[in-house]
């Protein structure tokens, strides 16, 4: 009885954690504008450079670039790793399934 009602308490948990989870991955896709914003305000500055002469035009547009790639990596880096997150809870929830209907 015991056991079965730990498995139980366990499950549920999981379940928290696992819409807990798809929250935070919902929540992090829907800020993607937020990369497209920063690469329109690059590109836009980086034209503004270019037409009123700035001297050091081709370095600033540059360091925009790379950091505008960076920032994209990192956010796709940090959406792969919820990703993993999310399946192994589910694994984790379907071997917990698994266990008590074993039992």
């Given at each position: 009885?015991?056991?079965?009602h730990n498995n139980l308490e366990g499950i549920k948990r999981e379940k928290g954690q696992k819409q807990l989870l798809e929250r935070n991955l919902e929540a992090h896709r829907s800020r993607k504008w937020i990369i497209n914003f920063i690469w329109a305000i690059s590109l836009l500055v980086s034209v503004l450079c270019f037409c009123f002469h700035v001297p050091q035009s081709v370095i600033i547009t540059v360091i925009?670039?790379?950091i505008c790639t960076i920032i994209k990596i990192v956010h796709k880096t940090l959406d792969k790793k919820i990703e993993l997150r999310l399946k192994r809870v589910k694994q984790e929830q379907r071997k917990s399934i698994f266990k008590v209907n074993k039992s």
């Open positions: 009885m015991n056991l079965t925009l670039l790379f």
